[in-house]
């Protein structure tokens, strides 16, 4: 609550609805909306991540980017030490550089941000080090026909309660409590939200070939709220790759944008959904997605600003 007291003196489009915080971000005239998505990138350049930042910058520009998403694993391998940590400037500012990247950044924990201190990334006060910076544990970007929830997806996975000495669970636990107070936060903000594209946000995949492949505990738990509420979009991190599946048994598009840096896991499990990838590439990237009120456009761009696979989902 303190954050939240502290923020609001930062940001005046701040405000708390239904348990998740809100902020509101301006469109242009034309009401389209469009955003890029990067994750697991925060390497202090390293693994390609100044590349990528290069091609960001360069797609930012061609689209005019309204603000950029970040899927998590911020800053590697251990989160930030506080505030002050200097890999806040080395892996994000005197990284994404890029004029078009001059924007607002909405970003959310993984796992490896979960390993330091996960306070220091949600303190507004980084905001005075770099303006763009905004993370939540779980929150809602409301942008004129596009409503984004973010959701902290770390504490449903089971494995990470096996390892508690690794990670840090302040501000989480009791984690049962933490878990029922999300998905019912989450799902009354669905059903209210009268926007015309409803897009979810967390780190940890639903659906994956990938190394990790499907997050069970999100299967089971947070799934059947996006097809309650007919989320058309999911978009996630933690697979070090670029990724779409669909046709699942909901109509869901399952976006994976993890490439930010170190990727080329070379372990994949495509039998999983063999009918059903529409798209995988084992390597870096990000992807853009464009919104009008009748369609959205999305495309994966590789290291090099290579369309690597596009489609369009009509409304």
């Not at 509420?229 to 598009?253: A, M, Q, R």
Request: glycine share 8%; hydrophobic share 35%; net charge positive.
């Amino acid at each position: 609550m303190l954050h939240l007291l502290i923020a609001c003196l930062f940001l005046s489009n701040v405000h708390v609805m239904a348990g998740l915080i809100q902020i509101r971000q301006s469109t242009k005239v034309n009401s389209q909306v469009r955003f890029l998505a990067v994750g697991d990138w925060g390497r202090k350049g390293c693994f390609n991540q100044s590349a990528i930042a290069r091609r960001m910058g360069e797609v930012g520009a061609k689209l005019g980017v309204d603000f950029v998403v970040s899927t998590g694993d911020n800053f590697y391998k251990d989160g930030l030490t506080g505030v002050n940590d200097p890999a806040f400037t080395e892996s994000f500012t005197k990284i994404y550089t890029a004029r078009s990247l001059q924007r607002p950044w909405y970003a959310i924990l993984g796992n490896h941000d979960y390993h330091g201190n996960t306070e220091a990334q949600l303190n507004p006060l980084l905001r005075k080090r770099d303006r763009r910076w905004n993370c939540h544990r779980s929150y809602v970007v409301r942008s004129g026909i596009v409503h984004i929830f973010f959701i902290d997806t770390n504490p449903f996975v089971n494995k990470y309660f096996a390892k508690a000495k690794i990670f840090n669970w302040k501000g989480v636990l009791p984690r049962d409590r933490y878990i029922s107070s999300l998905l019912r936060d989450l799902r009354t903000n669905l059903k209210v939200s009268n926007a015309t594209w409803k897009i979810v946000v967390g780190h940890h995949p639903i659906r994956s070939v990938g190394k990790r492949g499907d997050t069970q505990e999100l299967v089971q738990q947070l799934l059947p709220i996006l097809q309650a509420n007919k989320v058309p979009i999911y978009i996630n991190g933690h697979d070090h790759c670029l990724e779409h599946i669909n046709n699942t048994g909901s109509p869901i598009e399952f976006l994976t944008s993890g490439g930010g840096s170190r990727a080329w896991g070379n372990i994949t499990h495509r039998e999983r959904y063999r009918n059903n990838l529409r798209f995988y590439y084992d390597g870096q990237g990000f992807i853009s997605v464009q919104l009008t009120r009748s369609q959205a456009n999305v495309t994966f761009y590789d290291v090099f600003g290579k369309n690597l696979h596009s489609f369009k989902l009509k409304k």
